[in-house]
T-cell receptor, first 113, second 108 residues
């Protein structure tokens, strides 16, 4: 089944404890992206990747890191999480960046205490 | 002012009603997406448009590039259509810009 998977789905952590949210797709998509969703603000792009070893900042990259060592995986790393990073996170992928449907992962609800 | 504006923000309807959700944008775009977010949080892509009109079942999406406006129509609405509908545009960069969504509730 074609899908985007994210892990974990739910995470409660404390300020400063490094964490990684994994994202994997099995559709051989070139484009992958991370978004956060906050009430009243909608979805905002954190980072995106056009292909392996190619990543770029979205609108809200501060406090996040990403890597794209393999085509299928695009982990989101929070080196020192803070409470303002409490949010619902979505990973998405598409075949290419333009004129292609986006496939979203199920979301990761992160709470930073 | 947001680059992507949706209206209305909230919408309630009776089962069977015809529903229209609007999206206006202020940037040049290469494509516009309509997404559906279920009450459980999952997001599904409904349409991607660069011109004209697309239809899938009871859903119809239209776009007017000159007026920078798109509409999502739901015919014969049903309670299972209750969700948040999100418009997103891709401009001349690699980023998607999202509207804040329209929350639709359809009552039996």
């Amino acid at each position: 089944e074609a899908q985007v998977t994210q892990n974990p789905r739910y995470l409660i952590t404390v300020t400063g404890k490094k964490l990684t949210v994994t994202c994997s797709q099995n559709m051989n998509h070139e484009y992958m992206s991370w978004y956060r969703q906050d009430p009243g603000l909608g979805l905002r792009q954190i980072y995106y990747s056009m292909n392996v070893e190619v990543t770029d900042k979205g609108d809200v990259p501060e406090g996040y890191k990403v890597s794209r060592k393999e085509k299928r995986n695009f982990p989101l790393i929070l080196e020192s999480p803070s409470p303002n990073q409490t949010s619902l996170y979505f990973c998405a992928s598409s075949l290419r960046v333009f004129l292609n449907e986006q496939f979203f992962g199920p979301g990761t609800r992160l709470t930073v205490l | 002012k947001n680059e992507v504006e949706q209206s209305p923000q909230n919408l309630t309807a009776q089962e069977g009603e015809f529903i229209t959700i609007n999206c206006s944008y202020s940037v040049g775009i290469s494509a516009l997406h309509w997404l559906q977010q279920h009450p459980g949080g999952g997001i599904v892509s409904l349409f991607m448009l660069s011109s004209g009109k697309k239809k899938h079942g009871r859903l119809i999406a239209t776009i007017n590039i000159q007026e920078k406006h798109s509409s999502l129509h739901i015919t014969a609405s049903h309670p299972r259509d209750s969700a948040v509908y999100i418009c997103a545009v891709r401009g001349n960069t690699d980023k998607l810009i999202f509207g804040t969504g329209t929350r639709l509730q359809v009552f039996p």
